[in-house]
């Protein structure tokens, strides 16, 4: 089983001026996380519009990242029904993805004996390395500790969560129950340092679009326990996250941001809009306080 340790980014999804994937900015994007020293990719997360994609552009574009990318790569493959989540992670592990990454259902909000039969059967039915990605933000369903323990316990290719509930708590409940047999993952960037200090094993943030370099230098920085060094990181790296994630549409913001880094990864797609005059000037400021741009 692949370790999933480090600064993995759950990448946007770059479109056209007529909302289709631009392809041509996808293949550079992979190679700027990778020159930023990132441990992975995290292709259709949340970040990278995935609801928005038809099944064949989900594919198309593992099938690009794939090709560009010789870091790891984790691809979201959650979908509404048990069959068709099957389906998808079973043509991306044929494309090549080294895990797939599953948030619950999102539509109609499964209980707790619907969302273990869901990952079970996943499992069951795909010999692939599988994270789960508790995001209770989009999908209103934070799983049961207890269910995320039975599963890992049933299942040797659940290798790891993303827990992105900004809950401190549950992190450090997650890996005192299951830290030692799976990947904890911070999924949001204002408990990296925190997190890691419990023993999480890395984070996939949606900061790590807009600050690649800050995020790794956050990692690296408790790696060599300068403490202080990491603290003063965390907080630069929660300023950032509090604006373009926690205030405004984040895959509007996370666009826009990047864009004023120099990166021309067009606009969401309908019904996500660019964000107005204020707002850009919002993430502006924040953008030059930290001395990105």
Request: overall charge negative; proline content about 5%.
């Amino acid at each position: 089983m692949p370790m999933f340790e480090g600064i993995f980014v759950p990448h946007i999804t770059p479109f056209d001026d007529r909302e289709e994937i631009n392809e041509e900015i996808l293949r550079e994007l992979v190679h700027y996380f990778a020159d930023a020293k990132l441990n992975g990719l995290v292709t259709l997360g949340s970040n990278g519009e995935f609801p928005y994609l038809s099944f064949e552009e989900k594919l198309r574009v593992l099938k690009i990242v794939r090709e560009e990318s010789l870091l790891p790569v984790i691809a979201g493959v959650a979908e509404n029904s048990t069959r068709e989540t099957i389906q998808l992670a079973k043509e991306a592990w044929d494309i090549g993805v080294d895990a797939v990454l599953i948030a619950p259902p999102y539509y109609f909000k499964p209980n707790k004996r619907e969302l273990l039969a869901h990952y079970s059967r996943i499992a069951y039915e795909v010999d692939i390395p599988i994270l789960l990605y508790n995001v209770p933000k989009f999908t209103a369903v934070n799983i049961d500790l207890d269910t995320i323990e039975e599963l890992v316990e049933e299942h040797s290719n659940i290798v790891g969560i993303k827990d992105s509930s900004g809950s401190i708590g549950r992190i450090a409940e997650l890996i005192r129950r299951v830290g030692d047999k799976i990947n904890i993952l911070a999924g949001t960037a204002d408990v990296m340092y925190p997190s890691w200090l419990l023993g999480a094993h890395g984070a996939v943030v949606a900061v790590a679009n807009v600050a690649p370099r800050l995020c790794v230098e956050l990692y690296n920085a408790f790696l060599e326990k300068k403490y202080e060094r990491a603290r003063k990181l965390q907080l630069m790296v929660n300023y950032l996250n509090e604006v373009i994630v926690k205030k405004y549409n984040q895959i509007s913001a996370i666009k826009d941001a990047m864009r004023m880094c120099g990166l021309e990864v067009g606009y969401p797609r309908m019904p996500a809009l660019p964000l107005d005059e204020e707002a850009l000037e919002d993430i502006e400021q924040v953008l030059l306080d930290i001395g990105l741009i």
